[in-house]
């Protein structure tokens, strides 16, 4: 049976930050905190272990004393980058991916990516808000690397298409689609700091 030992967790924190001013957004403070850190901690208990994907600042993300992996792929081409170097770093069966730029993630994300995928007898889980799906949070086993890594090969870099490739499963979050929220500019997570929601 699947379960949250048999899953790594991959933070994104990978993009070039275009609508951040170019800042490398997972290092960009909400509340005086790195946005990152604000993952690694909702994620920790849901996962046997996290990779970080970063592009830049490694140093400062290896901080944080989990393995951090950059992608083979020069030049931003996109998340999917971000996927297929962590997939062939994991020690795990599955993966489960995360923007490192939304800090509201609940504590079953996990558990229910597993359900919708085992459920559904698919390949890959991905959440659905109710309204959207969410491509970027995603549960899919590392014997992907293989589909992916042909799609890279063939210059292809969108997520839905690679997507349309394999069975997936929507895992419904409809009850609690402002997990989904994340920060892409500064007025973004001014406006957070603002509405006081943060701790
Ligand atoms: N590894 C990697 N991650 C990326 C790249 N581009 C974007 N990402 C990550 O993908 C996630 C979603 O990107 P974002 O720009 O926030 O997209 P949006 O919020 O969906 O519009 C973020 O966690 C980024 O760090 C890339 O070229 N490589
Ligand atoms: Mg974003």
């Given amino acids: 049976m699947l379960n949250k030992h048999n899953v790594t967790a991959v933070i994104l924190a990978g993009g070039k930050g275009r609508r951040m001013d170019g800042k490398?957004?997972?290092?960009?403070?909400?509340?005086?905190r790195p946005l990152i850190e604000y993952v690694i901690d909702a994620i920790?208990?849901?996962?046997?272990?996290?990779?970080?994907?970063?592009?830049?600042?490694?140093?400062?993300?290896?901080r944080y004393g989990y393995p951090v992996v950059s992608d083979a792929l020069a030049d931003y081409q996109g998340p999917l980058a971000g996927f297929i170097c962590a997939m062939k770093s994991s020690t795990t069966s599955h993966i489960v991916t995360l923007p490192c730029d939304g800090p509201f993630l609940p504590a079953d994300l996990v558990d229910r990516l597993i359900s919708s995928l085992t459920d559904n007898n698919a390949e890959i889980a991905v959440a659905h808000d109710g309204d959207r799906m969410q491509p970027v949070y995603s549960l899919m086993p590392v014997t992907l690397s293989n589909s992916l890594g042909s799609f890279l090969d063939s210059g292809e870099r969108k997520i839905d298409l690679w997507y349309s490739q394999h069975r997936v499963a929507l895992a419904d979050f409809s009850d609690c689609p402002e997990t989904f929220r994340n920060i892409n500019t500064a007025e973004q997570r001014d406006r957070l700091q603002n509405e006081g929601m943060l701790s």
């Fill in 24 to 32: 490398d957004k997972g290092l960009v403070e909400l509340a005086n």
């Fill in 44 to 62: 920790k208990p849901q996962v046997e272990s996290i990779i970080l994907n970063a592009n830049r600042n490694q140093e400062q993300y290896s």
